[in-house]
DNA sequence: TTGTAAGCGTTATCAA
DNA sequence: TTGATAACGCTTACAA
C-alpha cells in the first residue's frame, strides 16, 4: 500500500487538532463552516485520501460486499454481477468478487476467507456440487448478512432472489408439445440444485398435463466439460428413443446441444426444437435462432444489492427475512422451435 | 462487519501475552512448536480469525488487488479475469473488481477512489474513450504498481501485457485475400485505443503488400450501441462499394455484423468472408462458423497477477519495467472465411 | 522463548 | 466550536 499523508499531518499542517479535521473532513455540525472550508482545501492541495483500514478498524465496517459466483464465462452471472455493481457503485461500496468454478472445496476456502469480516455481507449463488452447507451456516451464524441468488439454499434462513423457475420450465415444455413435440427430454446439471429441482418440477408437471407418462430416461444430467456434454447429449440424440423436443436448465448445454446437432443427421426445430434458459445476447445469432426463457438478472443484481446496502444502513429498519423473492422470466420464441 | 475473538481475547483465554500468540500464529521462528500448538488449537477452538483492517493498517499493505475491465459480458475479459484470480488465490490475495461501462468519467472515479491505498495493486484495461490520462498518472506517480493489459496506455512507463495485434490483424487479412477477397473492410472502435492503431496497422500492410490502394471508405468506425452498429453495418453492405471481406477487430462486431447480413441477402461466406477476434467459445456455434483470432487471455491474466504479485511481495527483486510483453493470438480458421 | 509497550490512522468521548 | 485522549486489533522493537 502506498502511504500519503495522513490525518494527523494534515491537522499539524492547518494548526488544529487530528479530531478536528477528522470533523471537519466529515462534516460535522460541531464544525465551523469556515474551518470547514479551510481543512477541505488543505485536504485538496496536499491530496489527503482517509485510510480505508485505519476506518474500517475503528469503524467496524468496510464498506465492502462480497460476490461468489459458480462461474463468470456465463451472461447470467455477468449480468448479475453488472446489477450488483451498478448500486453499490452508487452507495459507495466496493466489490470483492470470487469465482468458485463449481468446485465446492473452492466454495468452502472462500467462505472460511470471509469469516474474518473483510466484506460487510456476501451475495452468492452456490455450486452445483454443493450438498454440506455447514460453511454456509457457519457464515450464518456469525452474523454476516448473507443473500442468495438463482442458486439458493433454502435451509439459511435468509431473503432469497431467484426467478420463477417452475413456471418458466412449465411454460417452455408447453410450448414444445404446442409445436408438436411429443417426446420432450430435459437437460439438467445435477438433482441437488433447487433451481434445478423447480425447473424438472415444471417440466414433470407439463407432460403430466397432457396425460403423459412421465419418462425418467428423457431426463439427462451433464457435467461441467463442454466436450463431455456434447458427446453425451450426440449419443442421446443418435439413440432409437431419442427426444423431439429439448428443455434445456442451463445456456452452456444448448450451446453443446447445437453442436452435438451439427454431428448428427438431425436438424432443429424440424426434427428437434429447442429451448433453453439462457441470457446470451447471441442467441438470435445461432443458427437457427435460439428461443429461451431469459432471466431477470440484472434486476436480480440490483435487488439484491439494494437489501443488503438497506440492511447494511439501516440495521434497525430492514432485516433480511427468511424468504424467497420471485422475479419472473421471459420467453422469447425464436426458430429452434417453429412448428412444421 | 461481524466482531469475533480477537488475539487479546485470544491471549487471555491462553494466559500468554498478545505477542506471542501473534507470533505463535504466524509462525515465527521465535516460538516453541509446544506453545504453536497449544495457540493454534485455542484458536481454532474459538474461531479465532485476524482481523484483516487491523492487520492491513499496521503493516501498510492489503492483499487486495484492484482490476477494471471496461465491460463484464465480453469472453475475453471475462477469462483475464479468471486467469488474474488463479493466481491471486494461489497467493491469497483478493481482488476488488470494477467495471467502467466503456466510460470514460466512471473510470476517474474509480481510479481516484483507488489513490487511498485499498488496493495494493491495480491491473487494467482503459475505456476506449480515455484520452486524458491524468488520473493514471496521478495513480503512478503515487507509486501505485499498475499494469496494463490489451487496452493499454503507452505513457505510463510500466509493464504492459498484449497480444500481437499487428501481426494478428496481418494475418487474419493475409488471410482474407488468400481465400478471393478483393475489398476487405476493418470494423473497429476508435482510432484512440493502441490495440486499435495497432490493428489498423497490421490490416493497413497486408493491403499495400499485395500492392493495392488504402480506401479509407473500407474502415468503419462502430460504436458501443449494438442496434446503431448492426444498423451501421447492413447499410455499408447494402452500398454499391460493398465489401468482400472483412476483418473486426471486436467480437462484438462480429456478432453484429451476423446480425446485419441477416437483414441482407448476402451470405456467408460466398458473398462476404469475416474473421474476427474473438475469445467466444461459440464461435463455432454461429451458421456458418465463425473464424477467429483468439487472444491468449487467460495467460494474460496469469501474467499479470504474477508479475504483480512477485512485484508485491520481493519489491527489490523485481520491478514493473516499461515495456510492452506480446503473448500472441491463435487463428483458427472455420467456415466464415471458406474460399469457393 | 516469552513479555512489554508503542504505533499504524482513524473516530468518539469527554473536557475546555 | 475546538482540543486532548483513548480505543479499534494487530505486529514488532526491545526488554527480560
Not at 183 to 200: G, M, N, P, V, W
Not at 261 to 290: Q, Y
Not at 293 to 318: D, F, M, R, V
Request: proline content about 4%; hydrophobic content about 35%; glycine content about 4%.
Amino acid at each position: 500500500m502506498i502511504s500519503g499523508i495522513s490525518l494527523k499531518e494534515l491537522a499539524a499542517e492547518l494548526n488544529l487538532a487530528p479530531s478536528t479535521v477528522s470533523r471537519a473532513l466529515n462534516d460535522s455540525y460541531e464544525i465551523s463552516e469556515a474551518t470547514k472550508k479551510k481543512v477541505i482545501s488543505m485536504a485538496e492541495k496536499l491530496n489527503y485520501h482517509a485510510n480505508p483500514f485505519a476506518r474500517s478498524l475503528r469503524e467496524n465496517k468496510s464498506k465492502t460486499i462480497a460476490v461468489i459466483i459458480p462461474e463468470r464465462i456465463n451472461s447470467f452471472f455477468a449480468q448479475v454481477m453488472d446489477g450488483i455493481e451498478e448500486i453499490a457503485q452508487e452507495h459507495g461500496y466496493h466489490l470483492l468478487v470470487y469465482n468458485t468454478h463449481e468446485d465446492t472445496e473452492r466454495e468452502r476456502k472462500i467462505v472460511n476467507l470471509l469469516l474474518n469480516g473483510r466484506a460487510d455481507a456476501i451475495v452468492m449463488s452456490v455450486t452445483s456440487q454443493t450438498s454440506d452447507i455447514s460453511h454456509l451456516r457457519k457464515l450464518h451464524d456469525r452474523g454476516l448478512p448473507i443473500i442468495f441468488f438463482d442458486r439458493i439454499r433454502a435451509e439459511i434462513p435468509t431473503t432469497k432472489f431467484i426467478t420463477n423457475d417452475y413456471e418458466s420450465a412449465y411454460e417452455g415444455t408447453k410450448h414444445l408439445i404446442k409445436q408438436g413435440c411429443k417426446r420432450i427430454a430435459l437437460f439438467t446439471l445435477c438433482k441437488d440444485l433447487s433451481i434445478s429441482q423447480e425447473r424438472q418440477r415444471g417440466y414433470n408437471d407439463a407432460i403430466k398435463s397432457e396425460g403423459w407418462e412421465l419418462d425418467p430416461g428423457l431426463t439427462l444430467y451433464c457435467s461441467h466439460n463442454e466436450e463431455i456434454n456434447v458427446k453425451l447429449i450426440e449419443e442421446f440424440l443418435q439413440s432409437p428413443d431419442r427426444p423431439d423436443g429439448i428443455l434445456s436448465s442451463v445456456e452452456k448445454l444448448a450451446f453443446a446441444t447445437y453442436h452435438a446437432v451439427k454431428r448428427t443427421k438431425l436438424r432443429i426445430p424440424s426434427d428437434l426444437k429447442l429451448i433453453s434458459f439462457s441470457n446470451s445476447s447471441i442467441a438470435g445469432l445461432l443458427n437457427p435462432s435460439l428461443s429461451t426463457i431469459t432471466q431477470p438478472a440484472l434486476s436480480i443484481g440490483n435487488e439484491c444489492a439494494e437489501l443488503l446496502i438497506k440492511k447494511l444502513t439501516k440495521p434497525l429498519h430492514y432485516d433480511l427475512i427468511d424468504q424467497v423473492v420471485t422475479i419472473p422470466s421471459k420467453i422469447t420464441i425464436r426458430e429452434s422451435t417453429l412448428g412444421e
